[in-house]
């Protein structure tokens, strides 16, 4: 019963909705009981040879009448209480959803997206379940089986009821015992349907890649694995599942048995009619029910209590990013200073920044470059407040960014990593997603400046054409583009370009950076990229290496120094020219 405890926070707020969905219960077990007795009523009449035309007419209408009233009575609980159980999952999808939204990259680390979802779905649904099967079972089986009970006892014979109802003690000890089984099985089973949905989501997502290094086959072949795996697990779940019925059924034999006997041998004694055991088996029947509702209940709590501790676990996870609601709610502006003096990812003991510092003065351009892991990415990460633990402080103006709320700051940055991600949507829309209200001068403009005005005009349907998900339809220039046209859109005070343009080639980069130039006059950039003519034109450039920076300056100042910085550029400048006279692109 503790799944009905952990949801009593919902009960509670909806309790009007079920006691209107109880109360119909109620009404609907007592006009139950009418039909049995009155096919009593009946069958001794017909055998003492006592029923008239009248008696039949008004024993009918009694009959049609209980049947109005049960169809009533039926509504009015199914509406309420499926009603109510509906409103649990929107609210708790609704409830889950927000909090993906809010949850910090540590935790996206920590669970896969098959996972998330998995979790979304089929457990919200065994919650559900609980709030709308669990109490029609549980309030059923009581109030169904309590009337029926009294009725038993009360218009037929007390010592038949007793005799009838004695094997029932059995089903109690039986769901007791399988129920915990459940709870421990259907735990590996959900845990085994995430795991699938990881892995048929990572496989869809990659299936270019499969099918591009050849791998059809073994992804099928281990796809095959889980499937077999978790059809293994759930094979448990079915088979502890499957022992209700057969022992309910068993239960329900061994009542009628009883009933036949006993109740056959009172008729013989003339202490019951013959229309009192007709009566009386009819109501036994309509004990079925309550015995079955009792066994499905504990198999319903079992699966439900599983699941919900299995969402609330995500709930009750806390972004390590903290939003200061009560912080400086102003568009930020002025000078970008960093200041880092270290930095480690969570769980990893090895230091991903080590004493970097650097200014940005507003509408100037900073250039980051250096080897791959050698920190770029990261220092993207503390600006854009994805990670806050660190040592240091990094401000934006006079104002220390982790004191401004998250909805002032992130809006004021455009960010553009290496691999956007687009939506199945149009080109518009994409473009548009940070701010629908743009009006078409407004996502021409952008447009333009990120050099994807030509491409759009070739597109069949233009700014409507659908770019498939994730972009699939488009070149990885393409996206890199269009990602660069919804980043400026929203006129950002400082734009941050993670190797942005690594899928373009050299003219259309030169397009790009140049537009940005006359565009974004007064605006602070940073650029961090692989090839180094995307920072020659940057006020100041760093380059990184381990986490820390080895050398700062600008091009021609770096050129001077004859580092890294220097080497990389003739070996770049080198490929290049070599590329040219093979007659490459």
């Known amino acids: 019963m503790s799944i009905f405890k952990k949801l009593g926070w919902y009960f509670k707020a909806e309790w009007k909705t079920y006691l209107f969905g109880l109360l119909g219960l109620l009404i609907t077990a007592l006009l139950a009981i009418i039909p049995p007795r009155m096919i009593g009523v009946i069958v001794d009449s017909i055998h003492n040879r006592q029923l008239t035309g009248r008696l039949l007419t008004i024993d009918l209408l009694i009959l049609l009448a209980a049947a109005i009233g049960q169809y009533g009575s039926r509504y009015m609980w199914r509406t309420a209480i499926w009603g109510a159980a509906a409103k649990l999952e929107k609210t708790l999808r609704q409830r889950l959803f927000g909090h993906y939204m809010t949850m910090d990259q540590t935790f996206y680390q920590k669970y896969r997206t098959g996972d998330l979802m998995a979790r979304a779905t089929n457990d919200l649904q065994a919650i559900q379940r609980v709030a709308g099967g669990g109490i029609l079972q549980f309030a059923d089986s009581i109030i169904t089986g309590g009337t029926t009970l009294i009725a038993m006892m009360t218009l037929v014979n007390w010592r038949l009821t007793l005799i009838a109802v004695l094997p029932f003690p059995l089903l109690a000890v039986m769901a007791f015992y399988l129920g915990q089984k459940i709870n421990i099985a259907f735990r590996d089973s959900q845990a085994a349907f995430s795991r699938l949905n990881n892995k048929a989501q990572e496989s869809i997502s990659g299936v270019k890649v499969i099918k591009s290094l050849g791998q059809e086959q073994a992804d099928i072949t281990d796809f095959n694995q889980q499937v077999d795996q978790t059809i293994k697990v759930n094979r448990r779940v079915n088979r502890l599942d499957a022992l209700f019925d057969p022992i309910t059924t068993l239960i329900i034999g ?192 952008v447009v333009k400046e990120a050099d994807l005005a030509d491409q759009i005009d070739q597109f069949e349907n233009g700014f409507d054409t659908l770019v498939g998900e994730e972009g699939v339809s488009l070149s990885g220039g393409q996206r890199q583009r269009l990602a660069i046209a919804r980043a400026l859109l929203i006129k950002p005070e400082l734009l941050i ?70 080497q990389m550029f003739e070996r770049q400048e080198l490929e290049m020219r070599v590329r040219g006279a093979n007659g490459e692109e």
């Open 254 to 445: 061994l009542a009628y048995v009883a009933t036949i006997v006993m109740g056959g041998s009172l008729v013989v004694s003339h202490v019951i009619t013959i229309g009192n055991l007709v009566s009386f088996i009819t109501y036994l029947s309509m004990m079925i029910w309550p015995i079955f509702a009792v066994g499905m209940l504990f198999n319903t709590m079992e699966r439900g209590n599983a699941s919900y501790d299995r969402v609330m676990n995500l709930i009750n996870e806390r972004s390590q990013v903290i939003d200061q609601t009560d912080g400086k709610s102003e568009r930020p502006a002025g000078d970008l200073s960093f200041n880092v003096e270290k930095f480690n990812y969570p769980d990893d003991p090895q230091t991903a920044l080590s004493k970097v510092s650097f200014t940005i003065p507003a509408g100037k351009t900073l250039g980051i470059v250096g080897r791959v892991g050698a920190g770029k990415t990261t220092i993207m990460r503390l600006l854009l407040r994805q990670f806050e633990q660190y040592q240091g402080h990094i401000k934006y103006g006079d104002t220390d960014i982790l004191d401004y709320q998250l909805d002032s700051y992130l809006p004021a940055l455009g960010y553009v990593p290496q691999d956007s991600f687009l939506f199945s949507e149009s080109v518009r829309d994409n473009i548009a997603f940070a701010k629908p209200e743009a009006t078409d001068a407004e996502i021409d403009a």
């Open 497 to 566: 370009l993670d190797d942005a343009l690594s899928a373009v080639d050299a003219e259309t980069e030169s397009k790009i950076l140049t537009n940005l130039h006359g565009e974004r006059a007064g605006k602070t950039t940073i650029i961090a990229a692989h090839r180094l003519s995307s920072v020659m034109q940057a006020d100041e450039i760093i380059v990184m290496d381990h986490g820390t920076v080895t050398e700062r300056g600008n091009h021609d100042q770096l050129m001077a120094q004859d580092g890294w910085y220097h």
